[in-house]
């Protein structure tokens, strides 16, 4: 066998640790960058927050011998490897928006709030069962019931079962816990302790002044019939009560007043904020996008560790090199991440501007490639920008991602977002006749009239995606 050297050109594409960088950074999500930024400043002394530093770092530039804040060396044109634009804009000394926006002098100043601290259910009952003249044995076998309710009040483990699971000493019996039950169902709020939605009900209504309109009738609707009132099957609960359609109607208006879920109110769990990353206002009549401050990050280089290693030449000093162009390269990601969702951002508010008009109703079909062809970009970045980032509007806050909808056909050759159409599907079922409900086959019949071709089936699958209840379950007495 005969050996040989061939020499073959070849060209594929790196992915560089920067780049890698910056494609991580540019899909997380507001909280997910704040503790990867946090991991930064922990681990680099190079890297420092100027949250908290009055002096504008763009009006005082470093002194001389300090390296720049930032990098335009390392990054230029890396980004158009994966269809991230780079603007180019060189070495900015700090993360400054010129469309993020900067505060009045009448903003009020931001002090830390406080929430106060929420009262559990175990806690109000407990405060409210030491106020009685139980006595200790009776408040711990109440204790001992309050600590097997569930976040909404309900007691859902049975007494028998529960007896059994005491030590044998305390000669507990399961009479006891029945008279113990008694005591906390007393308590406020009131249905707490019941073992079913229909006792729940029950002990509410137990709590009316006998006089109480058609309290009679709903306390044998709960009592008895409560899965036919659910199945709104109102013929036959007529014919179970004995009445009329106006105490049929009483009964209904009494029931659905009451509060299924006594404990809801007092529940502890965790209330989740969302901090937009884009500001959506009009001004002069046009729909501007602008990056929300208080979701920008502002970081820069430590002044002090820089000059240090300006002067010092020693072998330390090619870890710190190091470290300084790491910080360099998280800055200018993180300019580049909050400058990609600001141009992604307004791309959709220019094509959705009869949505900040008109509401939902007016939203037009839009897919990722539209805006990934305006801006030159790839799709998986338009993805990627869109994916748990918020926008604040004057019609509320959206994830980026709710702007884009599916294209169904019109009569006319056009196109109906998926999204205008829920809407109109909405609007149809609020304004109908609550004693003669649209059927999913009479909704698509009126779309048809309003040029919009859809499937009953379509109809049916958007109408269960807003939750709204079936022709049988919507009509009333």
């Not at 309109?213 to 013929?235: F, I």
Request: proline fraction near 5%.
């Amino acid at each position: 066998m005969k050996h040989s050297l061939q020499l073959r050109l070849s060209q594929h594409l790196t992915l560089t640790p920067q780049l890698q960088q910056s494609i991580r950074l540019l899909q997380l999500s507001t909280l997910e960058l704040n503790q990867e930024i946090e991991k930064f400043l922990q681990d680099n002394p190079l890297l420092e927050r100027s949250d908290d530093i009055r002096e504008d770092p763009v009006s005082a530039p470093p002194q001389p011998g300090t390296p720049e804040y930032t990098s335009s060396s390392t990054t230029s044109g890396t980004d158009n490897q994966t269809g991230n634009a780079d603007d180019g804009d060189g070495g900015r000394p700090e993360q400054d928006y010129s469309h993020g926006g900067t505060r009045d002098d009448n903003d009020e100043a931001e002090y830390p709030q406080l929430a106060a601290e929420t009262q559990t259910l175990r806690e109000h009952l407990i405060w409210q069962l030491s106020l009685t003249n139980l006595s200790e044995r009776d408040q711990s076998l109440v204790t001992l019931l309050i600590d097997s309710l569930d976040d909404d009040g309900y007691l859902k483990q049975d007494l028998d079962e529960l007896v059994t699971l005491l030590p044998p000493e305390l000669g507990i019996e399961v009479d006891e816990l029945h008279i113990a039950l008694r005591h906390l169902q007393n308590l406020e709020p009131t249905g707490v302790g019941a073992r079913d939605p229909g006792e729940c009900l029950m002990l509410q209504l137990m709590a009316l002044p006998d006089s109480t309109p058609c309290r009679t009738q709903a306390l044998e609707t709960v009592k008895h019939h409560l899965d036919v009132l659910a199945a709104r099957d109102y013929v036959k609960l007529r014919k179970l009560l004995h009445c009329d359609d106006a105490v049929l109607r009483g009964v209904q208006h009494l029931i659905i007043g009451l509060n299924p879920r006594p404990g809801s109110s007092y529940s502890s769990g965790d209330t989740r904020y969302v901090i937009p990353d884009v500001i959506v206002k009009k001004t002069k009549d046009v729909w501007l996008a602008a990056l929300n401050p208080d979701a920008m990050p502002r970081l820069r280089i430590n002044r002090l560790y820089a000059d240090i290693l300006q002067r010092n030449r020693n072998a330390g000093r090619q870890q710190l090199a190091s470290q300084l162009q790491e910080a360099r390269w998280l800055i200018k990601n993180v300019q580049q991440r909050f400058d990609t969702i600001l141009r992604v951002s307004q791309a959709i508010v220019d094509r959705q501007r009869h949505f900040f008009d008109h509401g939902e109703i007016a939203m037009r079909p839009l897919v990722l490639r539209e805006i990934a062809e305006t801006l030159d970009l790839h799709e998986s970045t338009v993805s990627r920008v869109t994916t748990q980032k918020f926008m604040l509007t004057p019609r509320g806050i959206f994830e980026l991602k709710y702007f884009f909808g599916s294209h169904v056909t019109t009569e006319t050759g056009g196109g109906a977002s998926s999204i205008a159409i829920r809407a109109l599907i909405k609007q149809l079922v609020s304004a109908e006749n609550a004693k003669k409900p649209l059927s999913d086959s009479q909704i698509t019949e009126i779309l048809g009239q309003q040029g919009i071709v859809v499937a009953r089936r379509t109809v049916a699958k958007y109408r269960e995606s807003m939750q709204i209840l079936p022709i049988n379950l919507r009509k009333s007495i």
